[in-house]
């Protein structure tokens, strides 16, 4: 027994181009290589911007100043030169009495504070609604543009009269010029000059919340951001994040190119050496099979493209892919313990390369995990819904305990939920696609061999109608391998199918053999008029007559595997030793001996025993577990001084389970019965 080693081209290669591929999708631009979170300390260098950047808002801000915007109404009011100019011309015409040299002076303060503008005393009200009037904010129209201004820089007519007199006080102190304007009429020539426009608010308020500033404020260029050692508070976090997405979409690799390539390069190749060991450490022999090989390759490449591709062009989008699915496109061709580790790794970009990997990493490694295992429950029908409502359950636990954990914004939530929640139900919808893959790399899913292994096969009813006896024998032979195959880890589904269709030749001629012949001792017995060599002939060729079958059906070629292979290259003993007692010649042998292929795999090798206990174990009338023991282990060890297991991949450990398992199950199904008394009349 021994593993054969597959040839170094046939590992390398197909790596090697991954490789290449991975370089080529690597990012271009320099990523922002901070982890932080908020109350933590700072644990890197003093941090200083390279260049100016909005401090955006979070999203709570956002909505929070739309909602303010909602309740709180903006004062909307046109400037009027009329008001302004006529108001200036009453002064200049007011006689003043003996202090009409300080008239110049009045109407340059006049005029200033009309440049600020001049509103009314009483409150603005509105004509409908339950909304507040702004007190810190108006609009003022000039020149057909409207802009927002705080109410402090605008005047009442009261704010007015007293600015008027504070600003000629310092350079008129001996004149009560409170008492002068009363007494001349400045005071009452003052008139607002900011005109309130009740419809123009109300269509403001209406629109008020269509735009809302996504920025807070700026953020210098060497201006410093946090410092080593200092608390990342809330406000340190937001202008991080800020500098973060700044950095991320327009700020350039300014180094070196060729020790950015460098770096993608030695990604790349790390990102390889862990797939190549993950693949070597969990089932070497996977680089044996060309086709499966690059079908894992494929997939492996297909959701590090994926992650690439949507993260670079709409990262929000990472939520809503289902990962999951690929873990299942492994599944369906490979063992749990090979399909964990690799898909594990074809996440690690979602880990170096996201703004919030950590989180995606999580989240989707634990959604994979539990659905490799609950998969088999609800696979088929409406059941697969369940199993997406589990992935989502999953991918829901993973995302709000970091949400908690980070104290983030709220405001989205929904609609990241919402995003998980359709990935979850794309992982139904995707999985069809595994039958695309089966037909592009000629494999075998698992669903294809439960669907070979139903007994309302035609091709399985057939074989039921023609050969009873072969039926229920292969339905014998499938309890055996399903039984071995759980206790030595085999593969189960493909050892049930090939147990169903391993003699489906014999229904060419199904009564060549024994356990179709009629219960009738009178009925004419096929082999009764036959030689020894012709009977041979004709048992031995229920395996080509299989394989011609299995083409015609169009069989996987795993199953046509184990039709060539569950006899090998052993003899028809009964004939042989007929034909030899009988003084045939030794050297004339070669009709006796099945031409088939010695068993590969370990599948192969338990299929094979199984065939023959079950077979041999017809012709037992003693099942103590010392004829059992001694039973089983005269079969396999026939086995092995033929030589049928030599080139098989099958440990001694295994062998040792299997005839184990063996001996149990012959004592458990043909224990002895209590015999029931009779009743006395």
């Given at each position: 027994?021994?593993?054969?080693?597959?040839?170094?081209?046939?590992?390398?290669?197909?790596?090697?181009?991954?490789?290449?591929?991975?370089?080529?999708?690597?990012?271009?631009?320099?990523?922002?290589?901070?982890?932080?979170?908020?109350?933590?300390?700072?644990?890197?260098?003093?941090?200083?911007?390279?260049?100016?950047?909005?401090?955006?808002?979070?999203?709570?801000?956002?909505?929070?100043?739309?909602?303010?915007?909602?309740?709180?109404?903006?004062?909307?009011?046109?400037?009027?030169?009329?008001?302004?100019?006529?108001?200036?011309?009453?002064?200049?015409?007011?006689?003043?009495?003996?202090?009409?040299?300080?008239?110049?002076?009045?109407?340059?303060?006049?005029?200033?504070?009309?440049?600020?503008?001049?509103?009314?005393?009483?409150?603005?009200?509105?004509?409908?609604?339950?909304?507040?009037?702004?007190?810190?904010?108006?609009?003022?129209?000039?020149?057909?543009?409207?802009?927002?201004?705080?109410?402090?820089?605008?005047?009442?007519?009261?704010?007015?009269?007293?600015?008027?007199?504070?600003?000629?006080?310092?350079?008129?102190?001996?004149?009560?010029?409170?008492?002068?304007?009363?007494?001349?009429?400045?005071?009452?020539?003052?008139?607002?000059?900011?005109?309130?426009?009740?419809?123009?608010?109300?269509?403001?308020?209406?629109?008020?919340?269509?735009?809302?500033?996504?920025?807070?404020?700026?953020?210098?260029?060497?201006?410093?951001?946090?410092?080593?050692?200092?608390?990342?508070?809330?406000?340190?976090?937001?202008?991080?994040?800020?500098?973060?997405?700044?950095?991320?979409?327009?700020?350039?690799?300014?180094?070196?190119?060729?020790?950015?390539?460098?770096?993608?390069?030695?990604?790349?190749?790390?990102?390889?050496?862990?797939?190549?060991?993950?693949?070597?450490?969990?089932?070497?022999?996977?680089?044996?099979?060309?086709?499966?090989?690059?079908?894992?390759?494929?997939?492996?490449?297909?959701?590090?493209?994926?992650?690439?591709?949507?993260?670079?062009?709409?990262?929000?989008?990472?939520?809503?892919?289902?990962?999951?699915?690929?873990?299942?496109?492994?599944?369906?061709?490979?063992?749990?313990?090979?399909?964990?580790?690799?898909?594990?790794?074809?996440?690690?970009?979602?880990?170096?390369?996201?703004?919030?990997?950590?989180?995606?990493?999580?989240?989707?490694?634990?959604?994979?995990?539990?659905?490799?295992?609950?998969?088999?429950?609800?696979?088929?029908?409406?059941?697969?819904?369940?199993?997406?409502?589990?992935?989502?359950?999953?991918?829901?636990?993973?995302?709000?305990?970091?949400?908690?954990?980070?104290?983030?914004?709220?405001?989205?939530?929904?609609?990241?939920?919402?995003?998980?929640?359709?990935?979850?139900?794309?992982?139904?919808?995707?999985?069809?696609?595994?039958?695309?893959?089966?037909?592009?790399?000629?494999?075998?899913?698992?669903?294809?061999?439960?669907?070979?292994?139903?007994?309302?096969?035609?091709?399985?009813?057939?074989?039921?109608?023609?050969?009873?006896?072969?039926?229920?024998?292969?339905?014998?032979?499938?309890?055996?391998?399903?039984?071995?195959?759980?206790?030595?880890?085999?593969?189960?589904?493909?050892?049930?199918?090939?147990?169903?269709?391993?003699?489906?030749?014999?229904?060419?001629?199904?009564?060549?053999?024994?356990?179709?012949?009629?219960?009738?001792?009178?009925?004419?017995?096929?082999?009764?008029?036959?030689?020894?060599?012709?009977?041979?002939?004709?048992?031995?060729?229920?395996?080509?007559?299989?394989?011609?079958?299995?083409?015609?059906?169009?069989?996987?070629?795993?199953?046509?595997?184990?039709?060539?292979?569950?006899?090998?290259?052993?003899?028809?003993?009964?004939?042989?030793?007929?034909?030899?007692?009988?003084?045939?010649?030794?050297?004339?042998?070669?009709?006796?001996?099945?031409?088939?292929?010695?068993?590969?795999?370990?599948?192969?090798?338990?299929?094979?025993?199984?065939?023959?206990?079950?077979?041999?174990?017809?012709?037992?009338?003693?099942?103590?577990?010392?004829?059992?023991?001694?039973?089983?282990?005269?079969?396999?060890?026939?086995?092995?001084?033929?030589?049928?297991?030599?080139?098989?991949?099958?440990?001694?450990?295994?062998?040792?389970?299997?005839?184990?398992?063996?001996?149990?199950?012959?004592?458990?199904?043909?224990?002895?019965?209590?015999?029931?008394?009779?009743r006395r009349g």
């Amino acid at each position: 027994m021994q593993i054969s080693t597959p040839k170094l081209p046939r590992k390398i290669v197909p790596l090697v181009i991954v490789f290449a591929v991975l370089v080529l999708l690597m990012p271009r631009t320099a990523k922002f290589n901070y982890d932080y979170k908020k109350g933590t300390p700072w644990p890197y260098e003093t941090l200083i911007s390279q260049f100016d950047f909005p401090i955006l808002k979070t999203s709570d801000q956002i909505q929070a100043e739309r909602d303010e915007a909602g309740t709180i109404v903006i004062p909307f009011y046109r400037y009027s030169e009329e008001v302004t100019s006529t108001a200036v011309r009453n002064v200049q015409s007011l006689d003043l009495g003996n202090l009409n040299s300080i008239r110049p002076a009045v109407v340059t303060r006049l005029s200033d504070i009309y440049a600020k503008g001049v509103i009314s005393d009483g409150k603005v009200k509105l004509e409908q609604g339950s909304a507040q009037v702004s007190e810190n904010l108006i609009y003022i129209q000039r020149n057909k543009r409207a802009t927002q201004y705080p109410r402090s820089e605008v005047y009442k007519v009261s704010e007015a009269r007293d600015e008027l007199v504070a600003g000629l006080a310092k350079s008129y102190p001996s004149v009560n010029l409170d008492s002068l304007f009363r007494r001349t009429g400045v005071y009452e020539a003052i008139a607002p000059n900011l005109l309130y426009d009740g419809a123009m608010t109300e269509l403001t308020h209406a629109r008020s919340d269509d735009y809302v500033s996504p920025t807070l404020g700026y953020v210098k260029a060497d201006e410093k951001i946090v410092s080593k050692g200092e608390i990342v508070t809330a406000e340190i976090a937001q202008i991080l994040d800020s500098y973060k997405e700044e950095y991320n979409k327009v700020f350039g690799y300014d180094g070196p190119r060729v020790l950015l390539y460098l770096g993608n390069i030695l990604l790349s190749l790390v990102h390889v050496v862990i797939l190549y060991f993950a693949l070597f450490f969990a089932n070497p022999k996977v680089f044996d099979d060309r086709n499966r090989y690059y079908y894992l390759l494929t997939v492996f490449l297909l959701v590090t493209m994926i992650t690439f591709v949507v993260e670079r062009t709409a990262s929000g989008f990472l939520y809503m892919i289902p990962y999951p699915v690929f873990a299942l496109y492994l599944l369906a061709f490979f063992r749990k313990r090979l399909v964990f580790p690799v898909y594990m790794v074809s996440l690690l970009p979602l880990l170096v390369f996201c703004g919030n990997g950590m989180e995606l990493f999580v989240m989707y490694l634990a959604a994979g995990a539990v659905t490799l295992e609950t998969f088999g429950s609800f696979s088929k029908g409406w059941l697969q819904f369940v199993n997406a409502l589990i992935i989502f359950g999953v991918e829901l636990v993973v995302f709000l305990g970091f949400r908690l954990i980070d104290a983030g914004s709220t405001s989205l939530w929904w609609v990241n939920l919402l995003q998980i929640f359709v990935g979850a139900l794309a992982t139904v919808a995707l999985y069809p696609i595994i039958y695309l893959f089966e037909r592009l790399f000629n494999l075998v899913s698992v669903t294809r061999l439960i669907e070979l292994a139903d007994t309302n096969n035609p091709l399985l009813q057939e074989l039921q109608a023609k050969a009873p006896g072969t039926f229920q024998h292969c339905l014998q032979v499938m309890n055996l391998v399903d039984a071995v195959g759980h206790a030595t880890d085999a593969d189960v589904p493909l050892l049930r199918a090939a147990a169903l269709y391993h003699d489906i030749g014999k229904m060419q001629n199904p009564l060549c053999f024994v356990e179709n012949e009629s219960s009738n001792p009178d009925a004419p017995k096929y082999h009764a008029e036959k030689t020894p060599r012709e009977s041979a002939r004709d048992i031995i060729r229920h395996v080509d007559d299989g394989l011609a079958i299995a083409d015609e059906h169009r069989l996987p070629d795993k199953i046509k595997a184990f039709i060539r292979t569950h006899h090998g290259t052993s003899s028809t003993a009964y004939f042989l030793n007929k034909y030899l007692n009988d003084g045939g010649d030794p050297s004339q042998v070669g009709d006796f001996y099945y031409h088939g292929q010695k068993p590969a795999t370990k599948e192969e090798v338990i299929l094979m025993v199984c065939d023959s206990i079950e077979a041999a174990s017809r012709s037992l009338r003693d099942f103590s577990p010392e004829s059992c023991n001694r039973f089983v282990e005269g079969i396999v060890s026939g086995k092995e001084q033929a030589g049928q297991f030599e080139d098989a991949d099958i440990t001694l450990h295994d062998m040792n389970v299997m005839k184990k398992m063996l001996k149990t199950y012959l004592q458990q199904i043909y224990h002895a019965r209590v015999a029931y008394p009779k009743r006395r009349g």
